[in-house]
């Protein structure tokens, strides 16, 4: 019975132990399992969060790209909108100074303008001396206009066949007729500004022909001014025979009279005389040289003697015959000849080709005394450059200073030929050797 | 009983030997996971951060060009003006050359008796210096 009871008290023992350890084995079976599906659960949470970020990134990356591009877009368009504002201002800069420019020359044409017009309005009233002061008033102006004195300009209007001379320290300039009268005259204390003063011969011989009057020459002999002119003689239809007068008077700047009752050289044989220049040799004999127009033949360059007065030819003395065209460049004419002693050599400057046109120019001679015989150097020693075209009509003279200067009328480069005008030019002029040579202008 | 009993236990130590397994496994990749998360974090951080100092930057430059596309434009309108004024003044300039040359023209006809050519000189400009005058008022 004990034994019974042992036995079953031993199963069931053992069946509670053996209940406990598969309890047990279920119960840690159970929570394994519960600790690996959370374990589970979180690595599926971390997955998916790590795919969120790594989408963020991927986007915010994209975003980046995206900005980095529209950023350097914007930058380079600042830079290029930088360029445009400096090319921009710097064309602004460039336009201001233009119309600065243009301002200036407005204002200079309109001064210029403006003094030629009040100049041509007192013609029409008939006071001329009133026109020539208007002219002068403005001449600057008018200089700028045509160039300024960079090529030797200095009178910038109508001034053919200029002569001019030393007193004192004044210097006057004469030319051929033009709106300021027979005989313009014009004065200047530098040789770069010069004033008009009017008429040096208001008054013609009844002989004359009016507006027909050029070439002047004027020199001091003792106290009297002499001047001598080409001029028309007066016949049916004003067609007269071109010849030479003479006028005197006590100052430079006129008025000059000419009382004679016909001209002094004509050579109507010779188609005319015209284009006198006086001279004094060593001696202080005086001599005039002139050209005869040709007529039928060719035009020539002429000297002759003159009393000590220096209004007439010296008795007993006949005209020579210096030059003659025979160089291609003179285009079968000269004329407007200018004898001075530079260095005890007597030059003759004279002055070729057609004075309407760019190949005129001015040619030199050596001559051996005032009356020849005289060999021309070859080609002309001043012709037609980039500031001016057609130079001649040419005056050398000596300023007070001792220093050599030409004077010559030119055309503008862009206004060449009648009725455009010829202005007064003025460059130094220097002697290397027997060759005379212009100074360039500027 | 006893063979049910053994069986039914090693059944249970297998099962969670094998639990235990998953879950070492997991907890491995758990924490690589874990650690990718922490590196794209910082990536994304420091691209976020970029992110902002580009947006300024662009907000900056954006109000650069505005002005300087202000800027350009009123120098443009300045140039076109200034320019339209030259061009102006240009045809001032031509029509007082025209006019002036005429004018001399008439003065050297006037100066040899010339009066018709004189007159003619005048009458062929007279519609430049009127421009001219009329351009300059």
Redesign the interface.
């Known amino acids: 019975m004990r034994d019974r009871w042992w036995r079953r008290a031993s199963v069931a023992a053992m069946c509670v132990a ?1 209940l406990a ?2 309890t047990t ?2 119960a ?2 159970l929570q ?2 519960a ?2 599906r959370s ?2 659960t ?2 599926t949470a ?2 998916s ?2 795919a969120k ?2 989408t ?2 991927a986007i ?2 994209y ?2 790209a995206v ?2 591009n ?2 350097n877009g ?2 380079a ?2 830079a290029s ?2 360029g ?2 400096a090319s ?2 710097s ?2 800069s460039g ?2 100074v ?2 600065y420019l ?2 200036v ?2 204002g200079t ?2 001064t ?2 403006g003094g ?2 009040q ?2 309005q007192q ?1 029409g009233a008939g006071d001329d001396n009133a026109a020539a002061q208007a002219i002068s008033a403005v001449a600057g102006a008018c200089s700028t ?1 045509e160039g300024g004195t960079g090529d030797g300009l200095v009178y910038p ?2 001034f053919p066949d200029p002569d001019v001379i030393t007193v004192g320290s004044a210097y006057y300039g004469y030319a051929t ?4 009268g027979n005989i313009q005259i014009i004065t200047s204390t530098d040789l770069t500004h010069w004033t008009a003063v009017g008429d040096a011969l208001p008054s013609l011989p009844t002989w004359a022909t ?2 027909e009057t050029w070439a002047p020459t004027v020199m001091q002999i003792g106290a009297t001014f002499v001047l001598y002119y080409a001029v028309r003689v007066a016949g049916p239809g004003g067609g007269g025979a071109e010849c030479i007068s003479v006028a005197t008077a006590t100052q430079p700047q006129g008025p000059f009279a000419d009382s004679s009752t016909g001209p002094v050289e004509c050579q109507p044989n010779l188609g005319g005389s015209i284009d006198p220049s006086l001279f004094t040799d060593a001696t202080g004999t005086p001599y005039l040289v002139w050209k005869s127009n040709g007529g039928g033949g060719t035009s020539a360059i002429w000297s002759q003697q003159l009393d000590a007065a220096g209004t007439a030819f010296a008795p007993a003395t006949t005209p020579t015959q210096l030059l003659v065209p025979d160089q291609s460049w003179e285009g079968g004419v000269i004329e407007a000849p200018d004898m001075v002693m530079v260095g005890g050599r007597y030059l003759l400057f004279y002055s070729g080709n057609s004075w309407k046109t760019a190949d005129y120019a001015v040619g030199v001679a050596t001559c051996v005394g005032p009356v020849g015989p005289c060999t021309k150097l070859p080609g002309p020693i001043l012709a037609s450059d980039a500031g001016m075209k057609g130079p001649g009509g040419e005056s050398v003279f000596v300023d007070a200073s001792g220093v050599l200067w030409i004077a010559f009328d030119a055309w503008a480069p862009d ?1 060449v030929g ?4 010829r202005s007064l030019y003025l460059r130094k002029l220097s002697v290397s050797g027997a060759v005379p040579v212009v100074a360039p202008g500027g | 009983m006893f063979v049910v ?1 053994a069986a ?2 090693g059944y ?2 297998g ?2 030997v094998q ?2 397994t ?2 070492d496994r ?2 491995r ?2 924490d690589i ?2 650690a ?2 922490d590196g ?2 910082g ?2 951080a420091t ?2 951060s ?2 902002t100092d ?2 300024g ?2 907000t900056q ?2 109000a ?2 505005a002005a ?2 202000t ?2 434009n009123g ?2 309108v ?2 076109a003006n ?2 339209a ?2 061009s102006r ?2 045809t ?2 031509s029509n ?2 025209t ?3 005429g ?11 010339d009066q018709s ?1 004189a007159v003619a ?1 005048l009458d062929a400009v007279a519609a430049s210096c009127e421009s001219a005058v009329a351009s ?1 008022a």
């Open positions: 053996v350890v598969l084995a279920v840690t079976d394994a399992h600790r690996n374990e589970h979180e690595l971390a997955r969060r790590l970020q790594r963020d990134l915010t990356t975003v980046k900005t980095t529209h950023r914007l930058q368009s600042v909108t930088l445009q504002i921009t201002q064309s602004l336009a201001a233009l119309g243009q301002s020359d407005i044409l309109h210029c303008l030629v017009q100049s041509l013609i206009i209007f109508d007729n033009s709106v300021a009016p507006d206004a009648y009725p455009n005008s | 009993l039914a236990l249970l130590v099962n969670e639990a235990n998953q879950f997991a907890h990749s758990l996971t874990r990718r998360i794209v974090d990536q994304l691209v976020r970029q992110l580009l947006q930057q662009v430059d954006s650069t060009l300087d596309t800027k350009l120098a443009k300045a140039l200034s320019q004024n030259n003044q240009s001032v300039i007082l050359h006019c002036l040359g004018v001399e023209e008439a003065l050297n006809a006037l100066s040899v008796g050519h000189a300059d």
